[in-house]
């Protein structure tokens, strides 16, 4: 197998019948149950990891408490953000505990290197990023611009908009909708089959509904593209300067070609400045923006946290409450207090 060959190649001397090699090709074995993106992620680090300990001489599989602590401050020094820091260190447990190995993050040094990065990290200044929030005046600017367009392209991206604003899905979440997967309510409403999510994976599935707007820019999207007897094809597909859509499409769109439409998005809508922010990260919209928006829109109209974290499918509260802070701020007790006494 291709995959289990970058993991015994980082392994010095080891050998096809050695018992870590044969725990190594039984993670391989059942990688699916991960998803592709933690499975390229765990790659990357393991590739990036295996060049530090070559480059300073340090075991890689098994790995030290005192290594680790060590390439954890080398990823602060070059600059990378905490999150990325806490990434990398927990990808490297889980391959230590899948190959039957006792992870290095257990150790006291390793807790304790990681609150001095975190602390340090933070009274110098750094702040988690966040998207920049798509909003339901947003959605309504791109609405009276594209929907009565002649270009199969921003019929597209409205549509796009539209469902990902109407139902919060994440962006690899809306690029495998596929034609079948869109049925209409009695009232004529859409309803998506959206099968699973990053943190609901059931056999039942989840369903999403859209509101009559949304629905009528997707079906003018789905006529317009000749999509309503593809079955198979997936709902957002790429069209060609031409005007056309280029067949059936089975294959999603790739992640920045789905980003791009968040910034041809941006443009359109005339806001073309770029916000200043943490390590030069979420300077315009992106794939996240409609998520954050959803929910600051829901809170602004007093949905309670449970309903918001339903809908898009949140399983940490923390979460939610980082996206809506602002929106929250002026709902604290003290300010009501003062505010009566006012």
């Keep these: 197998m291709k995959d289990l060959s970058v993991f015994t190649d980082l392994i010095p001397g080891a050998a096809p019948d050695d018992d870590l090699t044969g725990r190594l090709a ?3 074995r059942h990688r699916e149950a991960f998803s592709p993106n933690t499975w390229r992620q765990l790659l990357s680090v393991m590739r990036i990891c295996w060049r530090w300990s070559q480059e300073n001489r340090r075991s890689f599989l098994p790995m030290s408490p005192e290594d680790l602590q060590d390439y954890l401050f080398h990823l602060q020094a070059a600059g990378r953000a905490t999150s990325t820091v806490s990434v990398h260190a927990a990808l490297i447990a889980m391959l230590h505990r899948n190959a039957g190995l006792i992870p290095p993050t257990v150790s006291p040094d390793v807790v304790r290197a990681r609150k001095k990065i975190n602390r340090t990290a933070i009274m110098s200044g ?3 990023g966040q998207a920049v929030p798509f909003c339901r005046p947003d959605l309504d600017r791109l609405d009276a611009l594209w929907q009565q367009s002649p270009r ?12 990902a604003y109407g139902t919060l899905l994440r962006m690899s979440e809306l690029s495998r909708l596929r034609v ?3 049925t209409r309510a009695t009232d004529g409403r859409v309803i998506l ?3 699973w999510t990053k943190t609901i994976l059931q056999s039942g599935g989840i369903v999403k509904a859209l509101s009559t707007r949304s629905s009528g820019r997707l079906l003018t999207w789905i006529r317009a593209a000749g999509l309503a007897d593809e079955p198979d094809a997936v709902l957002f ?15 999603p769109m790739s992640a920045p070609s789905l980003e791009d439409i968040w910034r041809r998005a941006r443009r359109y809508a005339g806001q073309t400045s770029r916000q200043e922010t943490n390590k030069g990260r979420y300077a315009s919209w992106s794939g996240h923006s409609a998520r954050v928006g959803a929910a600051q829109d829901m809170a602004r109209k007093g949905v309670s946290i449970a309903q918001i974290m339903q809908e898009g499918t949140w399983t940490q509260t923390q979460t939610v409450m980082r996206y809506i802070r602002m929106v929250e701020a002026h709902k604290g007790a003290m300010v009501a207090l003062m505010e009566d006494d006012d």
Aim: proline share 3%.
């Design 193 to 195: 089959d959206v099968g």
């Design 180 to 182: 079948r997967d869109v």
């Design 152 to 163: 199969l392209q921003h019929l597209r991206d409205l549509a796009f908009v539209h469902v």
């Design 237 to 251: 597909c790429p069209v060609h300067r031409s005007n056309k859509v280029n067949g059936v499409t089975t294959v």
């Design 26 to 28: 039984a993670f391989v």
């Design 126 to 128: 750094e702040r988690t």
